[in-house]
């Protein structure tokens, strides 16, 4: 690691870009591909089985685990030639483990030991090679291109055929995370690696907790820019933060996904010795044959605890002679609280059984080491009732069932953060959501602390690092549909075509008091892969729209610079931040009326003609100009301008509306995101 003088004299050097303190980021299936109607796009579009096999997906994780079914190469031609890149041997690692479908394997850890030191001081298990212990990379690159694999569940749960979205697509592995975390040292590696071996796209579940920092000291955006200029999409996950102003990887050249819920729940039902039936939820896999003693753990206090500790089920806070033999009732204290820590402790006094009060995060499937499951408020108050009441209370924790169909969803889920972006607020993100809870996908065997100290080769789990590679496999097809088309126009095709309607038809609830969201929650909307492949119109950008962005922003040369790793100049005047050619439109310090430029490319065949729709924001009236865009042929631009007329200042918030183009076939759509300061 440099010193700070080592660092100085270094970036004296004329061969030497930038230098930044290398930070720590966190690494943030069955039904999903079902609920997303992936399989109606052969029909529909004549994709044929080997339609995504010369795609190659680079995926920055965790690693792999190459003896997964998932990543099977049954019937894939030869990689690729135009690949450049290796399968780096290492610990439990050979050539034999890469084949047709793992086409490349590196992995990356100076900048990991650099800051935490030796990967053994970690007192974890893991191996110097690409090879996954902790199963989040194995989920993620199956999410996106596993192969068929039928008849897998979890323990019984979210049976089906496993597979990703693109299953003929190949991947190239970037081991970059280790214990869950990514240095920027590492990740700029894996990038610049991912890139110079000509992936064409990179999936990445990873970013830095918020608030991030600007983008020209941060090695995902700087990598992510390089990567967009090569013509690579870089798709990436929002975070899991759930409140406003958090969202991560917020560049604009970033795909960046929130996460979203699909139509399936898992249940984990308790019956009372009454015989009502509370609705719990839960990964639990776990009988039981009787019915047991229930104890809330507030009454259960060990000497020298508090009460309130003792409720939330808090190590050495329950008095083991209490509880043992018995259920017992805990409390989530944040929504941060690590859960199966909780059932460990209830495990480690003797408990039996425990029954979680979480009505934050009750959808959202957790594994226990005992029988338990989650319940919601209106639960919780009968469970209360009864302990209340009764002299002798008992109970039964029923195993999981799976329930499918279930309305409404998508929902968005409750740890996806939310915009507004920070960095450049006339951005809206995130941009797209994708499913993100309880997705069922290939895992490391060796990461039963994740699956309750159960090992397993299929695992469910939540997370924008879910819906992330959802994304990414879209993207992915739509690639090997249209090879020549750019990151932005491939990023465009998936948020115009998004939908905010859920499976019921009214605008997608959040998760968990489903209230109501905007495009912070959810950006664009639900993705829609079939409509993704044919969008219409696109919005397309390139690098250099992307200078003259950063430059309207008031960055400094130096900074931008740093990003680029070229000398620049800015343009005098600067075009206006929200004059990027994005394919959402928003202003976020709005001043009386403002015009708004954008450029559509026509993709379809022969002439067709769209006309505008707008449902204005509140206080505010949009006029297009044209209204009306005449195209002859396909790939012609064509330019048009929005006027925000304000009439109601918004007070400090956003207001939001949308604009349509549609042609009676396609129907192209922008929400609108105003932050209204005067009229």
Known sequence: MLTSEQAQQLSKKESVISIFESKTNQVHTTRSWDFLNIDSLHQYNQLTIDATSDVIVGVIDTGVWPESESFSDEGLGSVPERFKGECVVGDHFTLANCNRKLVGARFYLKGFEAEHGPLESQNKTFFRSVRDTEGHGSHTASTIAGSLVPNVSLSGMARGSARGGAPTARLAIYKACWFDECTDADLLQAFDDATNDAVDVISLSVGQSPPQPNFFNDAISIGSFHAFRKGVLVSASAGNSGLPGTVANVAPWILTV?????????????????????????????????????????????????????????????????????????????????????????????????????????????????????????????????????????????????????????????????????????????DITAPGVNILAAWSPLASEATAERSVNYNIISGTSMSCPHVSAVATIIKSCHPSWSPSAIKSAIMTTATVLDNTGIPILRDPSSSPTTPFDYGSGHINPIAALNPGLIYDFDSNDIIDFLCSTGASIAGIQNLTGETLTCKNPPNPPYNLNYPSIGVANMNGIVSVLRTVTYFGDGPTVYIAFVDNPEGVNAVVTPNKLEFKETGEKMAFRVDFIPYKNSKGSFVFGELTWNNGIHNVRSPIGLNVVSI
């Open 258 to 430: 929130a996460a979203s819920s699909i139509d399936r729940e898992f249940n984990s039902n308790v019956r009372l010795g009454t015989s009502k039936t509370l609705k719990g939820f839960s990964l639990n896999p776990l009988r039981m044959d009787a019915y047991y003693a229930v104890i809330d753990a507030s009454t259960a206090v060990a000497p020298g605890a508090s009460a309130a500790n003792a409720s939330f089920c808090k190590e050495n806070t329950l008095d083991s002679a209490l509880i043992k033999g018995k259920i017992v009732v805990c409390t989530i204290e944040t929504v941060i609280d690590d859960r199966r820590s909780k059932s460990i402790v209830v495990r480690e006094g003797g408990g039996v059984g425990m029954i979680l009060i979480d009505p934050i995060a009750r959808e959202v499937g957790f594994q226990f080491v005992i029988p338990a499951t989650l319940i919601g408020q209106n639960e919780a108050k009968e469970l209360q009732a009864y302990l209340t009441t009764e002299k002798n209370p008992v109970a039964k924790i029923y195993p999981t069932t799976t329930v499918l169909n279930t309305r409404p969803a998508p929902k968005m889920a409750v740890f996806s953060s939310m915009g507004p972006n920070i960095i450049t607020p006339d951005i809206i993100k995130p």
